[in-house]
């Protein structure tokens, strides 16, 4: 009797051992972060899209404060490995708590840490091509000669081999990310880079 309604049940879910496998194709993540001038905005853009979509923020409990929002970003850092800085965290944390969770921009701990961020960008200096690589996360997606999550470098440079204006074009893909020129894994744009950051890391990329 048991033996029968396990037959009967596979047969009604439609099991067979001879089933080829199903392909599903899910829609394209269109999904984006919502704009700010805080300085959460941009680090966010370059490195929450590493690991997920935008929309998983709509998972979060609705109303989340900065504490809140900073301590999901520290779980981000420390249990996931998110390649954030200690100062980024706090950051991205008051980004999404005004921007998603109902904080006021004009809250004072959200000035004090938007403040503190200012001089840090506005001081470029010397651009060091190692310290762009390592705090936009770029070797978690790319590396020189293997494919990763992204192309390797070696085939960003047999791409551009021919092609006018490499570097700048290579540099513009750095910036504004996109889905479909390495398939269908998304590159998060790397909004925070400012031209001359973007062209260094091109001609890095092409020269390897």
């Known amino acids: 009797m ?5 037959i009967t049940l596979a047969l009604a879910i439609g099991f067979s051992a001879n089933a ?20 959460g905005y941009a680090i966010a853009q370059r ?19 900065l504490a809140q929002w900073t301590a999901e970003m520290g779980k981000m850092q420390h249990a996931y490995g998110a390649p954030l800085t200690d100062e980024e965290v706090k950051l991205v944390g008051a ?26 960008q506005a001081n470029i200096g010397t651009i060091d091509v190692q310290t762009l690589l390592d705090s936009h996360a770029c070797l978690s997606c790319h590396a020189i000669d293997t494919k990763v999550l992204g192309p390797a470098f070696s085939e960003v ?3 551009y081999k021919d092609v006018a204006d490499a570097e700048s074009k290579v540099a513009a893909s750095i910036q504004q990310g996109g889905v479909g020129k390495w398939g269908q894994v998304p590159m998060p744009p790397m909004t925070g880079l400012n031209p001359a950051e973007a062209d260094a890391l091109a001609a890095f990329v092409l020269k390897q």
């Open 2 to 6: 048991k033996s029968l309604f396990i």
């Open 47 to 65: 490195k929450c899209g590493l690991c997920h979509s935008a929309d998983y923020i709509s998972f979060q409990p609705p109303g989340m404060n």
């Open 95 to 120: 980004y999404l708590a005004v921007t998603y969770g109902g904080v006021s921009a004009d809250d004072p701990a959200i000035v004090a840490l938007s403040a503190a961020a200012a001089p840090a």
């Open 20 to 39: 080829a496998p199903r392909e599903i194709t899910l829609p394209p993540d269109t999904s984006t972060l919502r704009t700010s001038d805080l300085p």
């Open 157 to 159: 440079v047999a791409k």
